[in-house]
C-alpha cells in the first residue's frame, strides 16, 4: 500500500529573526513534493556591519532547484518583508504569484517605479477567495494589521489544513478594512486545523494592543490642540493611519499636504482600491506654502530617520516646500525599527533645538503596532484549536516566549524551529526530519551577493582602519628601479608626534626590501609579502590600528 503522503513546512526566512519572510509548505514524499511559497520579503541591512548594503533577502537556492514542482507563491500582504525580494528573486523562479487587489496593485506601483523592463504578473484573488494550486487548496481570510488586506492563509491538503497566520492582530475597529474575520477562524477550529504557524513578533507583550481607532482618536486631540503648523510622519503603507490623520486634520480644519514619494504612491492605490472614499483629497508638497499655519497639515515620509527622506531634510531645513519654525508641532506615528535609533534621535534633537515640539509614542497614543500581544495569541489559538503550533515571525525570544505561551494554553504539540529546519506536520508526530540550504543573499548596489561575499567584509576592514596601497619596481635581479610610491587612504595624516604618516611608511617599506637577502628580491611574491607585513606593523606602532595592505611589484 503507498504511504499518505507527508505535510511538510519549511521556513526559509523570517524565523529566528524579523524581516525576509519565506515559508514553503511541500506536499508528497521524501522523492517527489509539490511546494507552495508563502510571502518572499526583504530584510533592511545596518551601515555598521553590512556597510553599504541596502537590502537583504533569503537565499533561494532550494526553491530554484525544485522550480517545476513549485505550483505557485501567495502572498500575505504588501509589507516589504513579505514582498520586498519579488523583483530581484522572482526570475530565477517564474512561478505564478497570487495576491488580493491592493497587494497587487501595490505590487505593480512598485515595479512601475523601478528602472526595469520586467513584467512580473500577479493573479489576483478576492479576499475570502479560495483558489486551487495543485495539490493546496488556499483561503485568504482576513485580519487587522498595520496595511490593507492581510490575510492569515487557511492551506488544505490531503494531509490537513494548516493555518498559517500571517502578520495579524485582533482589532475590533481598524480603520481602514474588515476586522479580522474570527468567525471563519472559529469554523476552521470546527473543521480542525493541524498545525497553526503564527506570528511572534509582539509574544513578549502582555495584554491587548490598542486599536487604530484609539490612535486615531488621540492624533486628533493633539492636530487640534496645536496652534502653529504639524508635521506627521507614519509608515507610508500604513493607509489606516494616514486616513485617521486626514480625518484628524479635516476635524482641526486643516488641509493634507503629502511629501515624500512612497505617499504618493500609496495614496494614489489605497484610492484606486477604495480606501480613501470619503476622505478629502490630498494636496502635493508645492501647495504647503499656500495656506496659513494653522490650516495646514503636512503628512511625511521618512519616520525611520532616513537621511534622504521628507522628514530629515525638513528637519534640516533643506527641502524646497515645506519648513517648519519654532513654535510648530512634529508627530511621529511610528515605532523605531531596532537600529533606526540613532538616525530618528539625531532628527529629534534638530527639531527639538530650532524650538519645534516633538510627539512620539513615548508620550502620547500616537501609534499601535500591527501584531498580536499574549492575550490576542490566546485568543486565536483558543479559536483555531490547533494540534500543532509552530512559532515564526520573530527572533529567538519572542519564538521561545510564543512556544510556551502555547503550551500553557495545552496545544498538544509545539515545535520551535529555524530558517532550513524542514518540519513534518503531519501525519503522525510532527519533527524537524531534514536540512534544507537556507541563508542570505545581500543587494549590494545592483548585484545579488552570497552572504561569504568578500566584498563586504573588505568594506568594514577598510571603514574600520583605511588601506595603504605600494607599489614598487624592481629588475631582474631585485634591486629598486625608483622610489616606491605609498598612498595611504583613510588613515590619519601625521602621528601623535607631528610626524608625517605616509614618510614613515616610506621608510619602512625601503629599508625592508633593501634588508632582503638578494635571492629573495628575486621574488615578488616573497618581496610582497615581506613588504604588507612591515607596513601593518609600522602603522600599528604608530597609530594602534591595522589597515588592509596590497603591494604590487613589477619587475623591469
Ligand atoms: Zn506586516
Ligand atoms: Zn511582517
Same mark, same amino acid.
Given at each position: 500500500m503507498a504511504r499518505p503522503d507527508d505535510l511538510v513546512f519549511a521556513p526559509l526566512g523570517g524565523v529566528g529573526e524579523i524581516g525576509m519572510n519565506l515559508s514553503i509548505y511541500g506536499l508528497g514524499n521524501r522523492q517527489q513534493r509539490s511546494w507552495l511559497a508563502v510571502d518572499l520579503g526583504v530584510s533592511f541591512g545596518d551601515e555598521e556591519h553590512l556597510p553599504g548594503i541596502d537590502l537583504i533577502m533569503p537565499d533561494i537556492r532550494f526553491l530554484e532547484k525544485e522550480k517545476k514542482n513549485l505550483v505557485g507563491l501567495v502572498l500575505t500582504h504588501a509589507h516589504e518583508d513579505h514582498f520586498g525580494a519579488i523583483i530581484d528573486l522572482w526570475p530565477k523562479l517564474r512561478c505564478p504569484i497570487y495576491a488580493t487587489k491592493f497587494s497587487a496593485s501595490l505590487f505593480a506601483a512598485k515595479l512601475a517605479a523601478e528602472r526595469t523592463t520586467l513584467k512580473i504578473p500577479i493573479t489576483v484573488v478576492p479576499s475570502g477567495g479560495r483558489i486551487d494550486l495543485g495539490p493546496f487548496n488556499v483561503e485568504f481570510i482576513p485580519v487587522a494589521h498595520s496595511i490593507p488586506e492581510s490575510h492569515a492563509l487557511a492551506i488544505r491538503t490531503s494531509a490537513g489544513l494548516v493555518l498559517h497566520t500571517g502578520d495579524w492582530k485582533i482589532d475590533p475597529t481598524p480603520v481602514v478594512g474588515p476586522p479580522t474575520d474570527e468567525k471563519r477562524l472559529r469554523e476552521l477550529g470546527d473543521e480542525g486545523v493541524m498545525a497553526l504557524i503564527g506570528d511572534s513578533t509582539n509574544a513578549v507583550r502582555d495584554g491587548h494592543s490598542p486599536s487604530e481607532t484609539e490612535v486615531g482618536a488621540s492624533l486628533t486631540g493633539l492636530i487640534k490642540a496645536a496652534k502653529g503648523r504639524v508635521a506627521v510622519t507614519t509608515f507610508a503603507s500604513n493607509v489606516g493611519r494616514m486616513r485617521a490623520v486626514a480625518d484628524a486634520a479635516k476635524a482641526a480644519g486643516r488641509e493634507v499636504v503629502l511629501v515624500g514619494r512612497a505617499m504618493d504612491r500609496v495614496s494614489q492605490v489605497a484610492r484606486e482600491c477604495g480606501y480613501f472614499d470619503g476622505v478629502q483629497s490630498f494636496r502635493g508638497s508645492e501647495y504647503y506654502g499656500h495656506f496659513p499655519p494653522d490650516k495646514v497639515l503636512a503628512l511625511c515620509t521618512g519616520s525611520q530617520g532616513e537621511p534622504r527622506a521628507a522628514l530629515a531634510r525638513i528637519a534640516r531645513d533643506d527641502h524646497p516646500d515645506v519648513t517648519l519654525n519654532k513654535g510648530d508641532c512634529v508627530i511621529f506615528s511610528s515605532r523605531t525599527i531596532p537600529g533606526n535609533e540613532k538616525a530618528v534621535g539625531g532628527i529629534i534633537n534638530g527639531l527639538v533645538n530650532q524650538g519645534i515640539e516633538v510627539i512620539t509614542d513615548r508620550d502620547h497614543l500616537v501609534h499601535v503596532s500591527g501584531h498580536p500581544r499574549r492575550e490576542e495569541l490566546r485568543e486565536l489559538i483558543s479559536w483555531v484549536r490547533p494540534q500543532l503550533l509552530i512559532p515564526v515571525h520573530g527572533e529567538a525570544l519572542h519564538l521561545n516566549e510564543h512556544a510556551k505561551l502555547a503550551? @500553557?494554553?495545552? $496545544?498538544?504539540?509545539?515545535?520551535?524551529? %529555524?530558517? /532550513?529546519?524542514?518540519?513534518?506536520? /503531519?501525519?503522525?508526530?510532527?519533527? &524537524?526530519?531534514? @536540512?534544507?540550504?537556507?541563508? !542570505?543573499?545581500? *543587494?549590494? #548596489?545592483? &548585484?545579488? +551577493?552570497? +552572504? *561569504?561575499?568578500?566584498?563586504?567584509?573588505?568594506? %568594514? *576592514?577598510?571603514?574600520?582602519? #583605511?588601506?595603504?596601497?605600494? =607599489?614598487?619596481?624592481?629588475? @631582474?635581479? #631585485?634591486?629598486?628601479?625608483?622610489?616606491?610610491?605609498? +598612498?595611504?587612504? /583613510?588613515?590619519?595624516?601625521?602621528?601623535?608626534?607631528? +610626524?608625517?604618516?605616509?614618510? &614613515? $611608511?616610506?621608510?619602512?617599506?625601503? =629599508?625592508?626590501?633593501?634588508?632582503?637577502? *638578494?635571492?629573495? !628580491?628575486?621574488?615578488?611574491?616573497?618581496?610582497?609579502?615581506? $613588504? !604588507?607585513r612591515t607596513v601593518r606593523s609600522v602603522v600599528q606602532q604608530h597609530w594602534g590600528k591595522k589597515p588592509l595592505c596590497f603591494v604590487h611589484v613589477l619587475r623591469v
Amino acid at each position: 500500500m503507498a504511504r499518505p503522503d507527508d505535510l511538510v513546512f519549511a521556513p526559509l526566512g523570517g524565523v529566528g529573526e524579523i524581516g525576509m519572510n519565506l515559508s514553503i509548505y511541500g506536499l508528497g514524499n521524501r522523492q517527489q513534493r509539490s511546494w507552495l511559497a508563502v510571502d518572499l520579503g526583504v530584510s533592511f541591512g545596518d551601515e555598521e556591519h553590512l556597510p553599504g548594503i541596502d537590502l537583504i533577502m533569503p537565499d533561494i537556492r532550494f526553491l530554484e532547484k525544485e522550480k517545476k514542482n513549485l505550483v505557485g507563491l501567495v502572498l500575505t500582504h504588501a509589507h516589504e518583508d513579505h514582498f520586498g525580494a519579488i523583483i530581484d528573486l522572482w526570475p530565477k523562479l517564474r512561478c505564478p504569484i497570487y495576491a488580493t487587489k491592493f497587494s497587487a496593485s501595490l505590487f505593480a506601483a512598485k515595479l512601475a517605479a523601478e528602472r526595469t523592463t520586467l513584467k512580473i504578473p500577479i493573479t489576483v484573488v478576492p479576499s475570502g477567495g479560495r483558489i486551487d494550486l495543485g495539490p493546496f487548496n488556499v483561503e485568504f481570510i482576513p485580519v487587522a494589521h498595520s496595511i490593507p488586506e492581510s490575510h492569515a492563509l487557511a492551506i488544505r491538503t490531503s494531509a490537513g489544513l494548516v493555518l498559517h497566520t500571517g502578520d495579524w492582530k485582533i482589532d475590533p475597529t481598524p480603520v481602514v478594512g474588515p476586522p479580522t474575520d474570527e468567525k471563519r477562524l472559529r469554523e476552521l477550529g470546527d473543521e480542525g486545523v493541524m498545525a497553526l504557524i503564527g506570528d511572534s513578533t509582539n509574544a513578549v507583550r502582555d495584554g491587548h494592543s490598542p486599536s487604530e481607532t484609539e490612535v486615531g482618536a488621540s492624533l486628533t486631540g493633539l492636530i487640534k490642540a496645536a496652534k502653529g503648523r504639524v508635521a506627521v510622519t507614519t509608515f507610508a503603507s500604513n493607509v489606516g493611519r494616514m486616513r485617521a490623520v486626514a480625518d484628524a486634520a479635516k476635524a482641526a480644519g486643516r488641509e493634507v499636504v503629502l511629501v515624500g514619494r512612497a505617499m504618493d504612491r500609496v495614496s494614489q492605490v489605497a484610492r484606486e482600491c477604495g480606501y480613501f472614499d470619503g476622505v478629502q483629497s490630498f494636496r502635493g508638497s508645492e501647495y504647503y506654502g499656500h495656506f496659513p499655519p494653522d490650516k495646514v497639515l503636512a503628512l511625511c515620509t521618512g519616520s525611520q530617520g532616513e537621511p534622504r527622506a521628507a522628514l530629515a531634510r525638513i528637519a534640516r531645513d533643506d527641502h524646497p516646500d515645506v519648513t517648519l519654525n519654532k513654535g510648530d508641532c512634529v508627530i511621529f506615528s511610528s515605532r523605531t525599527i531596532p537600529g533606526n535609533e540613532k538616525a530618528v534621535g539625531g532628527i529629534i534633537n534638530g527639531l527639538v533645538n530650532q524650538g519645534i515640539e516633538v510627539i512620539t509614542d513615548r508620550d502620547h497614543l500616537v501609534h499601535v503596532s500591527g501584531h498580536p500581544r499574549r492575550e490576542e495569541l490566546r485568543e486565536l489559538i483558543s479559536w483555531v484549536r490547533p494540534q500543532l503550533l509552530i512559532p515564526v515571525h520573530g527572533e529567538a525570544l519572542h519564538l521561545n516566549e510564543h512556544a510556551k505561551l502555547a503550551r @500553557q494554553m495545552g $496545544v498538544p504539540k509545539v515545535v520551535v524551529c %529555524r530558517n /532550513g529546519d524542514l518540519v513534518r506536520l /503531519g501525519p503522525g508526530d510532527p519533527a &524537524i526530519i531534514d @536540512q534544507l540550504p537556507a541563508g !542570505r543573499l545581500y *543587494k549590494d #548596489g545592483t &548585484i545579488l +551577493e552570497e +552572504e *561569504k561575499s568578500r566584498a563586504v567584509v573588505e568594506r %568594514r *576592514k577598510m571603514a574600520f582602519a #583605511g588601506c595603504a596601497f605600494v =607599489a614598487l619596481a624592481l629588475t @631582474q635581479t #631585485g634591486d629598486m628601479v625608483d622610489d616606491p610610491e605609498v +598612498e595611504l587612504i /583613510g588613515v590619519p595624516e601625521n602621528n601623535s608626534a607631528g +610626524e608625517p604618516l605616509d614618510d &614613515i $611608511v616610506f621608510d619602512a617599506v625601503v =629599508a625592508t626590501v633593501e634588508g632582503l637577502p *638578494k635571492a629573495r !628580491r628575486r621574488d615578488p611574491d616573497a618581496v610582497a609579502e615581506s $613588504v !604588507r607585513r612591515t607596513v601593518r606593523s609600522v602603522v600599528q606602532q604608530h597609530w594602534g590600528k591595522k589597515p588592509l595592505c596590497f603591494v604590487h611589484v613589477l619587475r623591469v
